[in-house]
């Protein structure tokens, strides 16, 4: 009777010690919780889009200098370097380096228009340097598919002249059909095929700055904004919007302008083929002896779009936002005194812009292995809304878990998630990359936009942000990942 009256007394102190100890445990993270602050993720978001780093062109001189200071705040808080003793792991990274606006200039007949930066026009960021001046041929979305009877090129002579093409393919619906299309909404393709057909220089139908292309030796470029576009298709006699519509059909309108119509395209760049970039990568060991081999990493974009001439792209919320809550949490769980369990492996990534070199690199070269790799979650664009989004925390419900929980409990910002879909057209994240290979991926977005968006614009400034998202983005992310990390049963 002794006996059994006391194991049941060391039972009940058992339990009672476990409760008080998970009391603590929870008393301990909500003391790092708290300390994550707006203001502190603000100054990391200023100094990453300073003048001093030039919008953080993945390649660039600046962006390495970038991708140092990253990786002295991870010293600061005594995150490890991860890779063999180093914070960085180096890639090639061509890039251009756009020395000034350039000038863009159409003519109709006797009419002159010289185009305005950055409301008409903006350079090619891969451009060649140089100035062209030609007739214009509008070739649709600059495709030859033989295999798929297509041929934006049928019928028309562009050699020499300064061709019109539009981004994308005539098929949008995510199924296998769009595979067989996807090779071909690459831009570097269609920049390689124009060149192939001897166009002399060209006009992407597209305002948007974008590092993700080819310097060709001589070939000249620039992004014109549609309202243009429409303007000079309205000066041949032709309705644009009629026009999109008869591509997006599998037709194929391409057309010579009139003789009298005329663009002339200049632009000052030098390009360096044999530039590097880097991810800058931190890492926390897990506490426990046999979990520290499994691996939760935290990633996004550290890369920009750079400068143009004296104007500088800050990205700040595409993507210092990002970045800046990573490093927020960061900071947190390096500070807790409640350890993860497993390793947490920071990942701040170079080229997303160009082409997702960087997560490409790493997931060719991971640190951990893939079937170590318990999750990936990335973040790009959270720094503008009032609520989150959660792609793939549906499919991966058992990780998303511990993000809704800490959002209810603590957070209470509105939050939803999808499913992860397979994409059959061109990859666009480093979650995809991820995915791709075969670790369970969450993005992390911030929906419900307070600001206006000024994607891959000069506009893209701090003062677009909404502290108090980025704030709970980086509560969230500090009590989620703790939570997976130390959750045994996964």
């Known amino acids: 009777m002794k006996t059994k009256s006391a194991l049941f007394a060391f039972a009940l102190l058992f339990s009672v010690i476990s409760a008080v100890s998970q009391h603590s445990d929870s008393d301990k993270i909500l003391q790092t919780f708290h300390t994550i602050s707006s203001h502190e993720i603000l100054d990391y978001t200023a100094e990453l889009c300073s003048e001093k780093y030039k919008g953080r062109l993945s390649g660039s001189p600046e962006y390495l200098e970038v991708a140092r200071w990253c990786a002295a705040k991870f010293e600061e808080w005594e995150i490890q370097p991860a890779n ?8 090639t990274n061509e890039f251009s380096e756009v020395k000034s606006l350039g000038e863009v200039v159409y003519s109709n007949g006797n009419s002159k ?3 305005q930066f950055p409301e008409d026009y903006l ?10 001046a030609a007739e214009l041929v509008y070739v649709g979305y600059g495709i030859t598919a033989p295999e798929l009877d297509y041929d934006d090129y049928a019928g028309v002579d562009v050699k020499g002249k300064i061709i019109i093409l539009e981004p994308g393919v005539p098929y949008t619906k995510n199924d296998p059909v769009l595979a067989k299309w996807t090779p071909y909404a690459y831009h570097r393709y269609k920049f390689r095929n124009a060149v192939k057909h001897g166009a002399a220089g060209m006009i992407y139908a597209s305002k948007i700055a974008n590092p993700n ?12 904004d549609t309202k243009v576009v429409g303007q000079i298709f309205s000066d041949a006699g032709k309705d644009y919007n009629e026009i999109q519509k008869s591509l997006k059909n599998k037709e194929t309108p391409s057309f010579v302008l009139p003789e009298k119509q005329t663009i002339s395209i200049t632009a000052e760049t030098e390009y360096f083929p044999e530039a590097r970039a880097c991810n800058v990568l931190g890492l926390i060991e897990g506490s426990d002896p046999v979990l520290k081999e499994e691996v939760i990493i935290i990633g996004g974009h550290l890369d920009g779009q750079g400068q143009m001439g004296d104007v500088i792209f800050p990205g700040a919320l595409d ?6 809550d990573i490093l927020g949490a960061a900071k947190a769980l390096a500070a807790s005194e409640v350890k993860p369990k497993r390793s947490v492996l920071f990942i701040l990534i170079g080229g997303e812009e160009c082409g997702l070199y960087g997560s490409k690199y790493y997931c060719k070269n991971p640190l951990f292995p893939v079937e170590k790799t318990k999750m990936m979650i ?3 664009m959270v720094g503008n809304g009032t609520g989150f989004f959660v792609s793939g ?4 419900a058992n990780l998303f878990k511990h993000f809704e929980e800490a959002n209810n409990t603590y957070i209470h910002r509105a939050m939803s998630a999808s499913e992860v879909r397979k994409n059959y057209g061109r990859p666009r994240s480093d979650a995809s990359v991820f995915e791709d290979a075969g670790i369970k991926t969450f993005s992390l977005w911030t929906r419900e936009s307070v600001h206006p968006v000024y994607y891959h614009h000069p506009m893209d400034k701090t003062n677009v942000l909404t502290p108090e998202i980025m704030e709970d983005a980086a509560r969230l992310l500090y009590l989620g990942v703790l939570g ?3 959750d045994i049963a996964l």
Do not use: C, E, M, R
């Open 84 to 91: 063999n003793g180093s914070y960085f792991q180096y890639f």
């Open 113 to 115: 228009t010289i185009l």
């Open 123 to 132: 350079p090619g960021s891969n451009s060649a340097n140089g100035t062209v």
């Open 213 to 224: 292309t080819v310097n060709l030796d001589g070939f000249i470029y620039a992004h014109l």
């Open 319 to 324: 993507n210092a936002s990002g970045i800046s």
């Open 378 to 380: 990335n973040l790009d």
């Open 393 to 396: 925390g549906k499919t991966h």
């Open 484 to 486: 997976v990390a130390n």
